[in-house]
């Protein structure tokens, strides 16, 4: 092309071929679009979207010499915009005939190609924009189930304040007759509390929950544990629903290698046993379970009278023990709280399960008109788990983990507060939340199995104060098969595990001040007692459990909702006071107590 001539474009002879010599060497095609600016329109505001297309070899002019004025051998200069990178190439060369074809060729060829090019662009971002939309709208969704659950388990003071009324109502009812509440309110004729006088060895066996314990305590005048010695088992979970007779074999003879290894003397012994279900009891050493709670499921055992049911299967294995003290591990908490501190009145169980125990007068154990002891009082196990109240905040999540357990409609209170549950609520919002809002990926399936979520994970999750929750992600990886939960889907289940936490700490609380409001402890003026208001007395609340000796942010939250419902003057003189092994050791105590070298012991 050694001459060059000013044409008009539409003059230019079919025949005549053009050449374009582009400099920019990223210019695979020195396209193509005729509509560089209808393309540029389009693609401008969706360049995020686009970015994968970054990778392919594709350019645009972004200013192509307008047609009218195409001249041959003219300098023509424009850009070429690589999309997704925002970038422009720059290109100028000589209009050579070929290039003026290509230009009035793209009227056609060019056109079809780069209308079929924005049509596939734009579905592709079309598809990439609705894709996070709907990301966005679950991602709503799932805080929103959130905002909800939260609604749902609110506790503000005057709701607690409604349950705390309610509970001394309950334990009214439960006191004026068998059946009037959901509150059983059961005798346990221990009417003697151990002093700090007691003296000599006895053994315990605390069954009741997650694990089985054995004790040996030795106690000397004085309030001394000289020694206690405690053994932890596993329970096998095929005893929990097999017979009476295989799970109390297996508990004698565990405790027949205990004593034989730490004693081996063969002396008849007091055995204090703690049953922590619900039981009938006749007498201090006697009783018949009523039903069982916490996952056990032994038919044939209810009814039965569980020490007569003990002391055969330890005559079996030709150990010298008998039961003396037959407790509730609310008893046998209360029991070691007094011996270290006469002003505990009441105890309180938060572990596997939740009860709690007081000691209350006589004369106001209606439903036993005539019952006369020496101290004028026995302590009463309410077996508060079965309490239940319109007032308890119940969300869609408690009515469906009731259904999944064996005792329906029962231990409503429990099911709120306690080890065995606390986990398994936050299980179901979560995969509510994972069928919803799609916010776990994949991981619906994994968490549909109901129980997948302990309560110790639940704490660990809750109490995960690294700034980038790392344990969060390590449990949501390896026991709920969520890989790389992003941090902010970690910080969602970090609530879903504080909401369930703060609501039970919140009800258990509301639960004790129930108690006190009962005994006139808690300053809110004339007792049951008729006892007129005046400076609250010092009051002892011994309490244990492995959730709340486990995890402190249940602890914190619980002393919170004391000081909101009882006011802090008032909260000051109460004292929670935490017995380690309190229900095995306390039986112990009780088993001293009660022997038949019988030791005196107050209430
Ligand atoms: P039990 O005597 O009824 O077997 P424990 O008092 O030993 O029960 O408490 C065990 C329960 O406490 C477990 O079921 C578990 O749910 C809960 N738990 C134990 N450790 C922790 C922890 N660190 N954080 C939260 N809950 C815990
Ligand atoms: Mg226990």
């Not at 679009?33 to 360049?47: C, G, N, V, Y």
């Not at 090019?117 to 991602?139: D, G, H």
């Amino acid at each position: 092309m050694d001459e060059t001539k000013r044409v008009k474009a539409k003059e230019i002879p079919a025949s005549i071929k053009y050449e374009a010599q582009p400099r920019s060497r990223l210019l695979p095609l020195p396209l193509l679009s005729p509509f560089p600016s209808l393309r540029f329109s389009l693609l401008s505001p969706l360049a995020p979207p686009c970015a994968p297309l970054c990778s392919i070899p594709f350019a645009i002019p972004s200013r192509a010499p307008p047609a009218g004025r195409r001249v041959l051998g003219e300098r023509a200069w424009g850009g070429f915009v690589v999309p997704g990178r925002q970038e422009r190439a720059p290109w100028d060369g000589v209009i050579g005939p070929r290039a003026l074809e290509g230009w009035a060729g793209m009227g056609r060829v060019g056109l079809g190609v780069a209308v079929g090019c924005a049509a596939v662009t734009c579905a592709i971002a079309a598809a990439l924009v609705a894709r996070r939309a709907s990301a966005r709208a679950r991602w709503r969704r799932a805080v929103a189930l959130l905002r909800e659950f939260e609604e749902g388990c609110a506790t503000p003071p005057a709701r607690l304040r409604q349950v705390v009324d309610a509970m001394v109502v309950e334990m009214h009812a439960g006191l004026a007759s068998d059946g009037g509440s959901k509150l059983k309110m059961l005798l346990t004729f221990v009417d003697a509390l151990p002093t700090g006088n007691e003296e000599g060895i006895y053994y315990a066996i605390d069954l009741g929950g997650t694990n089985f314990r054995v004790l040996r305590v030795e106690v000397g005048a004085g309030s001394v544990v000289i020694g206690r010695k405690v053994e932890h088992q596993p329970i096998p979970e095929e005893l929990t629903k097999g017979t009476i007779e295989d799970v109390f074999n297996f508990v004698a003879l565990a405790l027949k290698n205990f004593v034989e290894r730490e004693d081996g003397k063969d002396e008849t012994r007091a055995l204090g046993f703690t049953f922590s279900f619900p039981v009938r009891q006749t007498s201090v050493s006697s009783g018949s379970l009523i039903r069982w709670t916490k996952g056990f499921s032994i038919e044939d055992a209810v009814g039965k009278d569980v020490s007569q049911c003990l002391n055969e299967a330890l005559a079996r294995t030709g150990l010298n023990v008998r039961v003396t003290a037959l407790v509730n591990d609310t008893v046998g908490t209360l029991a070691l709280g007094h011996y270290y501190d006469e002003d505990a009145v009441a105890a309180v169980i938060i572990g596997a399960g939740t009860n709690a125990c007081y000691i209350e007068r006589t004369e106001s154990i209606i439903k036993c008109q005539g019952l006369l002891t020496n101290s004028g009082g026995m302590v009463v196990n309410m077996e508060w788990g079965n309490f239940w109240s319109s007032h308890l905040p119940r969300t869609p999540y408690d009515i469906s983990l009731d259904d999944e357990t064996q005792n329906r409609n029962d231990q409503g209170f429990e099911k709120m507060i306690s080890g065995i549950y606390l986990g398994e609520i936050a299980r179901l919002v979560l995969h509510r939340m994972a069928l919803e809002s799609d916010v776990f990926g994949d991981a619906a399936d994994s968490l549909s199995a109901p129980f997948t979520l302990s309560t110790p994970l639940l704490a660990a999750i809750r109490e995960d104060d690294s700034p980038d929750l790392s344990e969060v992600r390590r449990i949501l990886q390896e026991h709920l098969k969520i890989p790389d939960a992003p941090l902010k889907t970690r910080r969602l289940v970090v609530k879903v595990c504080d909401i369930v936490t703060r609501r039970a700490a919140r009800l258990a609380a509301a639960g004790i001040v129930g108690i006190l409001k009962k005994l006139g402890r808690d300053g809110s003026g004339v007792a049951s007692s008729g006892r007129t208001r005046g400076q609250p007395r010092r009051t002892v609340v011994a309490i244990e459990g492995g959730l709340y000796q486990g995890y402190p942010v249940f602890r914190e939250y619980l002393d919170e909702a004391l000081v909101e419902i009882l006011g802090e003057e008032v909260a000051r003189t109460v004292t929670l006071r935490v017995t380690e092994d309190g229900p095995g050791i306390g039986a112990a105590l009780l088993a001293a107590v009660h022997s038949s070298n019988r030791q005196q012991g107050s209430i």
